[in-house]
Nanobody, 121 residues
């Protein structure tokens, strides 16, 4: 089992920035990818960004150039730096852990509890 603990959500004005953190613990040898998903009210959960243990990243088109995913392997922690936030970025953000299966595809096995991000003036 892998436990994921998220932090860093909150309320921010449009154009502002937030950084989310996700600390992993437990059987982390079983995973080689971590990612961030989000789910807005009435919408499906979508992948925002993912990163492998080797450092390969993928981003949703809607966040490219604004969001950056990174990881600190020594701390088993993944970060999502979110800049130039827009109201449409408002959602519950979930950390996920799993394995890369190649070609930008992943299997996600573990989920965090979610953290609310609200972008509003």
């Amino acid at each position: 089992q892998v436990q994921l603990v998220e932090s860093g959500g909150g309320l921010v004005q449009p154009g502002g920035s937030l950084r989310l953190s996700c600390a992993a613990s437990g059987s982390i040898f079983s995973i080689n990818a971590m990612g961030w998903f989000r789910q807005a009210p009435g919408k499906q959960r979508e992948l925002v960004a993912a990163i492998t243990s080797g450092g390969s990243t993928n981003y949703a088109d809607s966040v490219k150039g604004r969001f950056t995913i990174s990881r600190d392997n020594a701390k088993n922690t993944v970060y999502l730096q979110m800049n130039s936030l827009k109201p449409e970025d408002t959602a519950v953000y979930y950390c996920a852990a799993g394995r890369s299966i190649g070609s930008g595809s992943y299997s996600w096995y573990y989920w965090g509890q979610g953290t609310q991000v609200t972008v509003s003036s």
